[in-house]
Protein backbone atom coordinates (compact mmCIF):
# COMPACT_ATOMS: atom_id res chain seq x y z
CA UNK A 1 0.00 0.00 0.00
CA UNK A 2 3.14 2.21 0.56
CA UNK A 3 4.01 2.04 -3.27
CA UNK A 4 0.20 2.75 -4.14
CA UNK A 5 0.89 6.05 -2.47
CA UNK A 6 4.13 6.93 -3.64
CA UNK A 7 2.32 6.61 -6.99
CA UNK A 8 -0.13 8.63 -5.81
CA UNK A 9 2.26 11.39 -5.42
CA UNK A 10 4.35 10.86 -8.18
CA UNK A 11 1.27 10.94 -10.41
CA UNK A 12 -0.02 14.37 -8.79
CA UNK A 13 3.09 16.07 -9.23
CA UNK A 14 3.78 16.65 -5.62
CA UNK A 15 7.12 18.65 -4.58
CA UNK A 16 8.19 15.89 -1.97
CA UNK A 17 6.96 12.36 -0.37
CA UNK A 18 5.26 13.72 2.99
CA UNK A 19 4.80 11.27 6.11
CA UNK A 20 1.89 11.84 8.38
CA UNK A 21 2.58 14.04 11.74
CA UNK A 22 2.01 12.73 15.12
CA UNK A 23 -0.82 15.14 15.54
CA UNK A 24 -2.58 13.57 11.67
CA UNK A 25 -2.37 10.05 12.86
CA UNK A 26 -3.93 10.70 15.65
CA UNK A 27 -6.65 12.90 14.61
CA UNK A 28 -7.31 9.76 12.05
CA UNK A 29 -7.28 7.16 14.38
CA UNK A 30 -9.24 8.58 17.17
CA UNK A 31 -11.86 11.55 18.02
CA UNK A 32 -15.12 12.55 16.69
CA UNK A 33 -16.07 10.34 13.42
CA UNK A 34 -16.52 14.08 11.24
CA UNK A 35 -13.30 15.23 12.47
CA UNK A 36 -11.53 11.76 11.38
CA UNK A 37 -13.13 11.92 8.22
CA UNK A 38 -11.92 15.39 7.58
CA UNK A 39 -8.45 14.35 8.67
CA UNK A 40 -8.58 11.21 5.89
CA UNK A 41 -9.80 13.78 3.17
CA UNK A 42 -7.22 16.22 4.19
CA UNK A 43 -4.58 13.00 4.20
CA UNK A 44 -5.55 12.19 0.70
CA UNK A 45 -5.59 15.98 -0.85
CA UNK A 46 -2.11 16.50 0.91
CA UNK A 47 -0.55 12.54 -0.62
CA UNK A 48 0.49 11.71 2.71
CA UNK A 49 2.69 8.04 2.32
CA UNK A 50 1.70 7.05 5.50
CA UNK A 51 -2.32 7.26 5.05
CA UNK A 52 -2.58 4.20 3.20
CA UNK A 53 -0.70 1.92 6.09
CA UNK A 54 -2.54 3.34 8.73
CA UNK A 55 -5.90 3.30 6.84
CA UNK A 56 -5.08 -0.61 5.90
CA UNK A 57 -3.90 -1.48 10.08
CA UNK A 58 -7.48 0.13 11.15
CA UNK A 59 -9.48 -1.72 9.02
CA UNK A 60 -7.65 -4.54 10.34
CA UNK A 61 -8.21 -3.42 13.77
CA UNK A 62 -3.96 -3.90 14.27
CA UNK A 63 -3.76 -0.45 15.76
CA UNK A 64 -2.74 0.94 19.40
CA UNK A 65 -3.05 3.78 20.80
CA UNK A 66 -1.09 5.76 23.55
CA UNK A 67 -0.75 9.03 25.21
CA UNK A 68 1.79 9.74 22.95
CA UNK A 69 1.56 7.77 19.92
CA UNK A 70 0.16 5.68 17.35
CA UNK A 71 1.21 2.38 16.82
CA UNK A 72 0.51 -0.14 14.35
CA UNK A 73 1.12 -3.50 15.42
CA UNK A 74 1.35 -6.74 13.22
CA UNK A 75 2.98 -10.18 14.52
CA UNK A 76 3.75 -8.59 17.91
CA UNK A 77 5.70 -6.15 16.11
CA UNK A 78 4.95 -2.49 16.64
CA UNK A 79 5.72 0.66 14.28
CA UNK A 80 5.04 4.21 14.93
CA UNK A 81 2.23 4.97 12.16
CA UNK A 82 3.33 8.60 11.85
CA UNK A 83 7.55 7.62 11.99
CA UNK A 84 7.36 4.08 10.91
CA UNK A 85 10.50 3.55 12.95
CA UNK A 86 10.00 0.61 15.13
CA UNK A 87 8.81 0.44 18.98
CA UNK A 88 10.64 -1.81 21.14
CA UNK A 89 7.19 -2.93 22.98
CA UNK A 90 3.24 -1.87 23.09
CA UNK A 91 2.70 -0.11 26.45
CA UNK A 92 0.62 -1.84 28.93
CA UNK A 93 -1.85 1.07 28.72
CA UNK A 94 -2.21 0.90 25.30
CA UNK A 95 -5.69 0.93 24.00
CA UNK A 96 -7.99 0.19 21.01
CA UNK A 97 -9.36 2.89 18.90
CA UNK A 98 -13.02 2.19 18.40
CA UNK A 99 -14.22 2.20 14.33
CA UNK A 100 -18.42 2.49 13.49
CA UNK A 101 -19.62 1.95 10.36
CA UNK A 102 -19.39 5.39 9.12
CA UNK A 103 -15.65 5.25 10.05
CA UNK A 104 -14.89 1.75 8.12
CA UNK A 105 -16.59 3.19 4.95
CA UNK A 106 -14.39 5.74 4.91
CA UNK A 107 -11.42 3.98 5.30
CA UNK A 108 -12.50 2.08 2.67
CA UNK A 109 -13.44 4.88 0.49
CA UNK A 110 -9.92 6.01 1.30
CA UNK A 111 -7.88 3.05 0.46
CA UNK A 112 -9.75 2.63 -2.88
CA UNK A 113 -9.18 6.47 -3.37
CA UNK A 114 -5.23 5.34 -3.18
CA UNK A 115 -6.18 2.97 -6.09
CA UNK A 116 -7.29 5.62 -8.45
CA UNK A 117 -3.94 6.02 -9.17
CA UNK A 118 -2.46 2.74 -9.41
CA UNK A 119 -0.61 1.54 -12.71
CA UNK A 120 -2.85 -1.68 -12.79
CA UNK A 121 -6.24 -0.66 -15.13
CA UNK A 122 -8.21 -3.51 -13.35
CA UNK A 123 -6.96 -2.28 -9.70
CA UNK A 124 -8.34 1.71 -11.17
CA UNK A 125 -11.85 -0.07 -12.10
CA UNK A 126 -11.95 -1.84 -9.12
CA UNK A 127 -11.43 1.44 -7.03
CA UNK A 128 -14.11 3.53 -9.47
CA UNK A 129 -16.69 0.76 -8.49
CA UNK A 130 -16.06 0.61 -4.89
CA UNK A 131 -16.27 4.43 -4.83
CA UNK A 132 -19.57 4.53 -6.28
CA UNK A 133 -21.36 4.01 -3.02
CA UNK A 134 -18.35 5.62 -0.29
CA UNK A 135 -17.64 8.45 -2.56
CA UNK A 136 -18.57 12.48 -1.14
CA UNK A 137 -17.93 15.60 -1.83
CA UNK A 138 -14.88 16.19 0.30
CA UNK A 139 -12.96 13.31 -1.95
CA UNK A 140 -13.71 15.94 -4.95
CA UNK A 141 -10.14 17.06 -5.17
CA UNK A 142 -8.48 13.83 -5.73
CA UNK A 143 -11.39 12.90 -7.68
CA UNK A 144 -10.47 15.89 -9.88
CA UNK A 145 -6.96 14.19 -10.14
CA UNK A 146 -7.53 10.91 -10.84
CA UNK A 147 -9.76 12.09 -13.58
CA UNK A 148 -6.59 14.22 -15.29
CA UNK A 149 -4.14 11.43 -14.98
CA UNK A 150 -6.50 8.78 -15.90
CA UNK A 151 -5.03 7.43 -19.44
CA UNK A 152 -8.04 5.20 -20.46
CA UNK A 153 -10.56 6.95 -21.75
CA UNK A 154 -13.66 4.56 -20.62
CA UNK A 155 -12.34 4.73 -16.85
CA UNK A 156 -12.04 8.97 -17.68
CA UNK A 157 -15.73 8.22 -18.35
CA UNK A 158 -16.77 6.87 -15.38
CA UNK A 159 -14.84 9.27 -12.91
CA UNK A 160 -16.36 11.63 -14.58
CA UNK A 161 -19.82 10.20 -13.81
CA UNK A 162 -18.80 9.00 -10.44
CA UNK A 163 -17.89 12.88 -9.56
CA UNK A 164 -21.89 13.87 -10.82
CA UNK A 165 -22.40 10.97 -8.78
CA UNK A 166 -21.33 13.10 -5.55
CA UNK A 167 -21.73 16.21 -7.04
CA UNK A 168 -25.72 15.43 -7.36
CA UNK A 169 -26.24 15.71 -3.47
CA UNK A 170 -24.49 19.32 -3.08
CA UNK A 171 -25.83 21.96 -1.02
CA UNK A 172 -24.73 24.40 -4.20
CA UNK A 173 -27.65 23.88 -6.97
CA UNK A 174 -25.49 24.75 -9.60
CA UNK A 175 -23.06 22.19 -9.06
CA UNK A 176 -26.58 19.51 -8.77
CA UNK A 177 -28.03 21.23 -12.08
CA UNK A 178 -24.62 20.47 -13.59
CA UNK A 179 -24.25 16.39 -12.22
CA UNK A 180 -27.97 15.98 -13.57
CA UNK A 181 -26.53 16.73 -16.99
CA UNK A 182 -23.91 14.91 -17.01
CA UNK A 183 -25.68 11.86 -15.13
CA UNK A 184 -28.18 11.81 -18.52
CA UNK A 185 -25.06 9.78 -20.38
CA UNK A 186 -24.73 7.24 -17.79
CA UNK A 187 -25.80 3.28 -18.21
CA UNK A 188 -25.42 2.14 -14.72
CA UNK A 189 -27.93 0.75 -12.66
CA UNK A 190 -26.53 2.69 -9.55
CA UNK A 191 -27.19 5.68 -11.36
CA UNK A 192 -30.94 5.00 -11.96
CA UNK A 193 -31.11 4.30 -8.61
CA UNK A 194 -29.19 7.41 -7.47
CA UNK A 195 -31.97 9.47 -9.81
CA UNK A 196 -34.57 7.80 -8.01
CA UNK A 197 -33.51 8.42 -4.84
CA UNK A 198 -33.18 12.35 -5.72
CA UNK A 199 -36.40 12.51 -6.93
CA UNK A 200 -37.74 10.98 -4.41
CA UNK A 201 -40.23 13.36 -1.83
CA UNK A 202 -38.34 15.74 -0.44
CA UNK A 203 -35.26 14.49 -2.27
CA UNK A 204 -34.88 17.59 -4.17
CA UNK A 205 -36.45 20.82 -4.07
CA UNK A 206 -34.83 23.05 -6.96
CA UNK A 207 -37.75 23.34 -10.25
CA UNK A 208 -34.89 23.19 -12.68
CA UNK A 209 -32.63 20.94 -10.95
CA UNK A 210 -35.66 18.02 -10.93
CA UNK A 211 -36.64 18.67 -14.47
CA UNK A 212 -32.94 17.73 -15.32
CA UNK A 213 -33.08 14.58 -12.55
CA UNK A 214 -35.98 13.45 -14.89
CA UNK A 215 -34.68 14.06 -18.17
CA UNK A 216 -31.14 12.12 -16.83
CA UNK A 217 -33.56 9.13 -15.60
CA UNK A 218 -35.74 8.97 -18.76
CA UNK A 219 -32.24 8.27 -20.67
CA UNK A 220 -30.38 6.26 -18.22
CA UNK A 221 -33.89 3.58 -18.28
CA UNK A 222 -33.89 3.69 -21.88
CA UNK A 223 -30.19 2.83 -21.87
CA UNK A 224 -30.66 -0.06 -19.57
CA UNK A 225 -34.03 -1.04 -21.43
CA UNK A 226 -31.91 -1.11 -24.79
CA UNK A 227 -29.01 -3.08 -22.52
CA UNK A 228 -31.55 -5.59 -21.27
CA UNK A 229 -33.48 -6.11 -24.71
CA UNK A 230 -29.77 -7.10 -26.52
CA UNK A 231 -28.97 -9.38 -23.99
CA UNK A 232 -32.31 -11.44 -24.49
CA UNK A 233 -31.33 -11.41 -28.00
CA UNK A 234 -27.87 -12.56 -27.57
CA UNK A 235 -29.19 -14.82 -24.99
CA UNK A 236 -31.89 -15.98 -27.60
CA UNK A 237 -28.80 -16.17 -30.72
CA UNK A 238 -26.59 -18.53 -28.43
CA UNK A 239 -29.39 -20.91 -27.27
CA UNK A 240 -29.55 -20.85 -31.04
CA UNK A 241 -26.39 -21.38 -32.01
CA UNK A 242 -26.59 -24.64 -29.84
CA UNK A 243 -30.05 -25.91 -31.08
CA UNK A 244 -28.05 -25.38 -34.83
CA UNK A 245 -25.14 -27.32 -33.82
CA UNK A 246 -27.73 -30.32 -32.07
CA UNK A 247 -29.59 -29.88 -35.37
CA UNK A 248 -26.84 -30.01 -38.37
CA UNK A 249 -26.36 -33.97 -37.11
CA UNK A 250 -30.34 -34.44 -37.67
CA UNK A 251 -30.42 -32.59 -41.18
CA UNK A 252 -28.46 -34.92 -42.61
CA UNK A 253 -29.37 -38.28 -40.42
CA UNK A 254 -33.02 -37.53 -40.87
CA UNK A 255 -33.29 -34.78 -43.72
CA UNK A 256 -31.07 -36.07 -46.01
CA UNK A 257 -31.24 -39.92 -44.69
CA UNK A 258 -34.82 -40.40 -43.55
CA UNK A 259 -33.53 -42.14 -40.45
CA UNK A 260 -36.02 -40.60 -37.29
CA UNK A 261 -32.44 -41.57 -34.79
CA UNK A 262 -33.77 -40.81 -31.01
CA UNK A 263 -30.36 -42.26 -30.27
CA UNK A 264 -28.91 -38.42 -31.29
CA UNK A 265 -28.91 -36.77 -28.38
CA UNK A 266 -26.66 -39.49 -26.83
CA UNK A 267 -24.16 -38.80 -29.53
CA UNK A 268 -24.10 -35.59 -28.73
CA UNK A 269 -23.53 -36.91 -24.84
CA UNK A 270 -20.86 -39.32 -25.96
CA UNK A 271 -18.84 -36.15 -27.18
CA UNK A 272 -19.61 -34.46 -24.00
CA UNK A 273 -18.08 -37.25 -22.01
CA UNK A 274 -15.03 -37.30 -24.95
CA UNK A 275 -14.57 -33.94 -24.01
CA UNK A 276 -14.57 -34.43 -20.12
CA UNK A 277 -12.13 -37.43 -20.79
CA UNK A 278 -9.76 -35.01 -23.02
CA UNK A 279 -9.70 -32.35 -20.51
CA UNK A 280 -8.70 -35.22 -17.76
CA UNK A 281 -5.82 -36.25 -20.05
CA UNK A 282 -4.45 -32.72 -19.95
CA UNK A 283 -4.77 -32.09 -16.59
CA UNK A 284 -3.52 -34.87 -15.26
CA UNK A 285 -0.20 -35.31 -17.81
CA UNK A 286 -0.13 -31.85 -20.09
CA UNK A 287 -0.71 -29.85 -16.99
CA UNK A 288 1.29 -26.74 -18.31
CA UNK A 289 -0.76 -27.01 -22.09
CA UNK A 290 -4.45 -27.39 -19.54
CA UNK A 291 -6.21 -24.33 -21.28
CA UNK A 292 -5.52 -25.91 -24.77
CA UNK A 293 -7.35 -29.03 -24.15
CA UNK A 294 -10.57 -27.86 -25.79
CA UNK A 295 -8.67 -27.68 -29.56
CA UNK A 296 -7.59 -31.57 -28.78
CA UNK A 297 -11.54 -32.10 -27.53
CA UNK A 298 -13.07 -31.05 -30.91
CA UNK A 299 -11.44 -33.85 -33.36
CA UNK A 300 -12.03 -36.50 -30.64
CA UNK A 301 -15.62 -36.00 -30.08
CA UNK A 302 -16.52 -35.63 -32.96
CA UNK A 303 -13.92 -38.96 -33.91
CA UNK A 304 -15.75 -41.05 -31.18
CA UNK A 305 -19.53 -40.27 -31.97
CA UNK A 306 -18.91 -40.91 -35.54
CA UNK A 307 -17.31 -44.42 -34.55
CA UNK A 308 -20.29 -44.82 -32.28
CA UNK A 309 -22.63 -43.69 -35.15
CA UNK A 310 -20.62 -46.05 -37.74
CA UNK A 311 -21.15 -48.89 -35.41
CA UNK A 312 -24.69 -48.31 -35.14
CA UNK A 313 -25.67 -47.57 -38.88
CA UNK A 314 -23.73 -51.02 -39.80
CA UNK A 315 -25.25 -53.37 -36.89
CA UNK A 316 -29.02 -51.93 -36.69
CA UNK A 317 -29.95 -49.09 -38.79
CA UNK A 318 -29.18 -50.33 -42.41
CA UNK A 319 -31.71 -52.69 -41.71
CA UNK A 320 -34.43 -50.75 -40.98
CA UNK A 321 -34.04 -48.37 -43.79
CA UNK A 322 -37.63 -47.46 -45.69
CA UNK A 323 -39.29 -48.73 -42.07
CA UNK A 324 -39.42 -45.30 -40.19
CA UNK A 325 -41.52 -46.91 -37.11
CA UNK A 326 -39.02 -49.52 -36.51
CA UNK A 327 -36.04 -47.19 -36.83
CA UNK A 328 -37.84 -45.22 -34.01
CA UNK A 329 -38.16 -48.05 -31.77
CA UNK A 330 -34.98 -49.23 -32.38
CA UNK A 331 -33.03 -46.26 -31.62
CA UNK A 332 -35.01 -44.99 -28.80
CA UNK A 333 -33.83 -48.56 -27.37
CA UNK A 334 -29.89 -47.40 -28.33
CA UNK A 335 -30.33 -44.48 -26.84
CA UNK A 336 -31.33 -46.04 -23.58
CA UNK A 337 -28.23 -49.10 -23.70
CA UNK A 338 -25.80 -45.40 -24.02
CA UNK A 339 -27.20 -43.74 -21.10
CA UNK A 340 -26.98 -47.19 -18.97
CA UNK A 341 -23.39 -47.26 -20.59
CA UNK A 342 -22.46 -44.00 -19.30
CA UNK A 343 -24.06 -44.59 -16.27
CA UNK A 344 -21.79 -47.77 -15.60
CA UNK A 345 -18.84 -46.08 -17.10
CA UNK A 346 -19.04 -42.58 -15.38
CA UNK A 347 -21.61 -42.59 -12.54
CA UNK A 348 -24.86 -41.24 -12.75
CA UNK A 349 -23.58 -38.31 -11.17
CA UNK A 350 -22.60 -35.44 -13.62
CA UNK A 351 -18.68 -35.07 -14.44
CA UNK A 352 -17.33 -31.31 -13.82
CA UNK A 353 -15.84 -29.48 -17.13
CA UNK A 354 -13.60 -26.50 -16.88
CA UNK A 355 -13.83 -23.42 -19.21
CA UNK A 356 -10.18 -23.04 -20.03
CA UNK A 357 -8.85 -19.50 -19.60
CA UNK A 358 -9.30 -18.20 -22.34
CA UNK A 359 -12.86 -19.11 -22.42
CA UNK A 360 -13.60 -17.60 -19.02
CA UNK A 361 -15.16 -14.27 -18.33
CA UNK A 362 -17.09 -12.27 -20.78
CA UNK A 363 -16.88 -8.93 -22.90
CA UNK A 364 -18.19 -6.06 -20.75
CA UNK A 365 -20.37 -4.17 -23.75
CA UNK A 366 -22.97 -2.47 -21.66
CA UNK A 367 -23.08 -1.90 -17.47
CA UNK A 368 -25.80 -4.56 -17.39
CA UNK A 369 -24.72 -6.66 -20.82
CA UNK A 370 -21.90 -8.98 -20.54
CA UNK A 371 -21.18 -11.19 -23.23
CA UNK A 372 -19.18 -14.19 -22.06
CA UNK A 373 -16.90 -16.24 -23.94
CA UNK A 374 -17.71 -19.24 -24.23
CA UNK A 375 -21.29 -17.95 -25.51
CA UNK A 376 -19.08 -16.14 -28.30
CA UNK A 377 -16.63 -18.93 -29.01
CA UNK A 378 -20.35 -21.26 -29.52
CA UNK A 379 -21.79 -19.01 -31.68
CA UNK A 380 -18.59 -18.67 -33.84
CA UNK A 381 -18.39 -22.73 -33.87
CA UNK A 382 -21.40 -23.18 -34.67
CA UNK A 383 -21.24 -21.20 -38.39
CA UNK A 384 -17.51 -23.00 -38.53
CA UNK A 385 -19.04 -26.36 -38.96
CA UNK A 386 -21.91 -24.91 -40.73
CA UNK A 387 -19.43 -23.81 -43.31
CA UNK A 388 -17.79 -26.82 -43.26
CA UNK A 389 -20.67 -28.95 -43.30
CA UNK A 390 -22.67 -27.10 -46.16
CA UNK A 391 -18.91 -27.44 -48.18
CA UNK A 392 -18.89 -30.98 -47.64
CA UNK A 393 -21.89 -31.22 -48.93
CA UNK A 394 -21.68 -28.97 -52.21
CA UNK A 395 -18.20 -29.23 -52.81
CA UNK A 396 -16.78 -32.98 -52.09
CA UNK A 397 -16.84 -36.37 -53.81
CA UNK A 398 -18.59 -37.67 -50.44
CA UNK A 399 -20.89 -34.97 -50.51
CA UNK A 400 -22.09 -35.71 -54.27
CA UNK A 401 -22.24 -39.39 -53.46
CA UNK A 402 -24.85 -38.46 -50.50
CA UNK A 403 -26.61 -36.44 -52.98
CA UNK A 404 -27.34 -38.97 -55.47
CA UNK A 405 -28.20 -41.54 -52.97
CA UNK A 406 -30.53 -39.71 -51.82
CA UNK A 407 -32.42 -38.31 -54.94
CA UNK A 408 -31.87 -41.94 -56.49
CA UNK A 409 -30.59 -44.76 -54.83
CA UNK A 410 -31.12 -47.14 -57.34
CA UNK A 411 -29.94 -45.27 -60.23
CA UNK A 412 -26.08 -44.21 -57.94
CA UNK A 413 -26.13 -47.97 -57.29
CA UNK A 414 -26.41 -48.87 -60.86
CA UNK A 415 -23.47 -46.41 -61.97
CA UNK A 416 -21.13 -47.71 -59.20
CA UNK A 417 -21.80 -46.14 -56.15
CA UNK A 418 -21.55 -47.98 -53.34
CA UNK A 419 -24.59 -46.78 -51.45
CA UNK A 420 -24.33 -49.28 -48.20
CA UNK A 421 -20.74 -47.43 -47.70
CA UNK A 422 -22.18 -44.13 -48.44
CA UNK A 423 -25.16 -44.80 -45.58
CA UNK A 424 -22.40 -45.23 -43.40
CA UNK A 425 -20.27 -42.50 -44.11
CA UNK A 426 -23.11 -40.18 -43.95
CA UNK A 427 -24.50 -41.19 -40.62
CA UNK A 428 -21.28 -41.59 -39.28
CA UNK A 429 -20.71 -37.78 -40.22
CA UNK A 430 -24.28 -36.85 -38.69
CA UNK A 431 -23.06 -38.44 -35.37
CA UNK A 432 -19.87 -36.79 -35.38
CA UNK A 433 -21.49 -33.52 -35.82
CA UNK A 434 -23.75 -34.22 -32.77
CA UNK A 435 -20.31 -35.34 -30.57
CA UNK A 436 -19.51 -31.50 -31.69
CA UNK A 437 -22.46 -30.12 -30.57
CA UNK A 438 -22.02 -32.65 -27.42
CA UNK A 439 -18.11 -30.80 -27.17
CA UNK A 440 -19.97 -27.28 -27.56
CA UNK A 441 -22.26 -28.01 -24.29
CA UNK A 442 -19.44 -29.11 -21.86
CA UNK A 443 -18.70 -25.49 -21.70
CA UNK A 444 -21.92 -24.19 -20.67
CA UNK A 445 -23.64 -26.52 -18.90
CA UNK A 446 -23.25 -29.92 -16.81
CA UNK A 447 -22.34 -32.85 -18.30
CA UNK A 448 -24.05 -36.36 -17.30
CA UNK A 449 -26.02 -39.47 -18.63
CA UNK A 450 -29.09 -37.53 -19.11
CA UNK A 451 -27.62 -34.38 -21.63
CA UNK A 452 -29.14 -35.52 -24.56
CA UNK A 453 -32.81 -36.08 -23.51
CA UNK A 454 -32.99 -32.33 -22.79
CA UNK A 455 -32.05 -30.88 -27.23
CA UNK A 456 -33.86 -33.67 -29.18
CA UNK A 457 -36.99 -32.67 -29.19
CA UNK A 458 -36.17 -29.39 -29.84
CA UNK A 459 -33.40 -30.55 -32.53
CA UNK A 460 -36.54 -32.25 -34.41
CA UNK A 461 -38.40 -29.19 -34.20
CA UNK A 462 -35.75 -27.44 -35.82
CA UNK A 463 -35.36 -29.86 -38.74
CA UNK A 464 -39.33 -30.04 -39.24
CA UNK A 465 -39.81 -26.16 -38.88
CA UNK A 466 -36.42 -25.28 -41.10
CA UNK A 467 -37.60 -27.69 -43.89
CA UNK A 468 -36.27 -31.87 -43.97
CA UNK A 469 -32.92 -32.03 -45.97
CA UNK A 470 -32.54 -28.04 -45.91
CA UNK A 471 -29.50 -26.84 -44.62
CA UNK A 472 -30.33 -23.05 -44.43
CA UNK A 473 -33.92 -23.70 -43.12
CA UNK A 474 -32.40 -25.47 -40.58
CA UNK A 475 -29.95 -22.51 -39.47
CA UNK A 476 -33.01 -20.00 -39.77
CA UNK A 477 -35.17 -22.43 -37.61
CA UNK A 478 -32.37 -22.72 -34.89
CA UNK A 479 -31.37 -19.31 -34.34
CA UNK A 480 -35.60 -18.17 -34.46
CA UNK A 481 -36.56 -20.91 -32.47
CA UNK A 482 -33.65 -20.01 -29.88
CA UNK A 483 -34.49 -16.27 -30.21
CA UNK A 484 -38.39 -16.49 -29.88
CA UNK A 485 -37.81 -18.82 -27.12
CA UNK A 486 -36.35 -16.44 -24.56
CA UNK A 487 -38.21 -13.20 -25.65
CA UNK A 488 -41.27 -15.22 -24.77
CA UNK A 489 -39.40 -16.68 -21.32
CA UNK A 490 -39.76 -12.71 -20.54
CA UNK A 491 -42.49 -12.78 -21.25
CA UNK A 492 -44.72 -15.92 -20.22
CA UNK A 493 -42.00 -17.81 -18.55
CA UNK A 494 -39.84 -20.81 -19.08
CA UNK A 495 -42.79 -23.28 -18.86
CA UNK A 496 -45.24 -21.27 -20.85
CA UNK A 497 -42.85 -20.90 -23.11
CA UNK A 498 -41.97 -23.88 -24.32
CA UNK A 499 -45.78 -24.53 -24.80
CA UNK A 500 -46.34 -21.71 -27.33
CA UNK A 501 -42.93 -21.95 -29.23
CA UNK A 502 -44.71 -26.06 -29.52
CA UNK A 503 -48.12 -24.64 -30.25
CA UNK A 504 -46.67 -22.53 -32.88
CA UNK A 505 -44.47 -25.01 -34.89
CA UNK A 506 -47.50 -27.11 -34.59
CA UNK A 507 -49.89 -24.50 -36.30
CA UNK A 508 -46.88 -23.43 -38.69
CA UNK A 509 -46.60 -26.87 -40.14
CA UNK A 510 -50.57 -27.44 -40.32
CA UNK A 511 -50.03 -24.33 -42.78
CA UNK A 512 -47.10 -25.47 -44.36
CA UNK A 513 -45.80 -29.23 -44.22
CA UNK A 514 -42.42 -28.88 -46.23
CA UNK A 515 -41.24 -26.19 -43.73
CA UNK A 516 -39.60 -22.24 -44.50
CA UNK A 517 -37.34 -24.22 -46.60
CA UNK A 518 -38.72 -26.86 -49.62
CA UNK A 519 -36.66 -29.04 -51.42
CA UNK A 520 -36.69 -28.12 -54.84
CA UNK A 521 -37.47 -30.54 -57.67
CA UNK A 522 -38.48 -33.81 -56.44
CA UNK A 523 -37.13 -37.01 -55.52
CA UNK A 524 -36.77 -39.66 -58.65
CA UNK A 525 -38.54 -42.16 -55.71
CA UNK A 526 -41.04 -40.04 -55.05
Known amino acids: MLLIALGLLALVGSPAVQALTPQQARAIATGDSDDRIAAMQAALAAGDAGLAPL ?6 DAVKLTPERVLIVRDGQATDAATGQAVAAVPD ?18 LASLKLFSADRGERAQAIAQLRDQADEGLMPLLDKAEAAEPDA ?7 LLKAGVLVASPDAAKRLAAAQLLEASDDPNTRSLLLERLATGGESDPAVRAALQE ?3 SVETRLALGEWLGVLFTGASLGSILLLVALGLAITY ?9 HGELMMIGAYATFVVQN ?35 VIRWLYGRPLETLLATWGISLMLMQAVRSLFGAQNVPVENPAWLSGGLQVMSNLTLPYNRLAILAFAFIVLGGVALLI ?21 VGVNTARVDTYAFALGAGIAGLAGCALSQVGNVGPDLGQSYIVDSFMVVVLGGVGQLAGTVVAGLGLGVLNKLLEGWAGAVLAKIMVLVFIVVFIQKRPQGLFAMKGRSAEA
Open 216 to 218: ALS
Open 93 to 110: DAEDPVNNNRIRRALQAA
Open 154 to 160: ALKKQLG
Open 281 to 315: VFRTYFPGAFDWYVLAAIPLSFLASALVGAALERS
Open 55 to 60: AQALMD
Open 394 to 414: AKTRLGLFVRGVTQNRRMASC
Open 255 to 263: GLMGVINMA
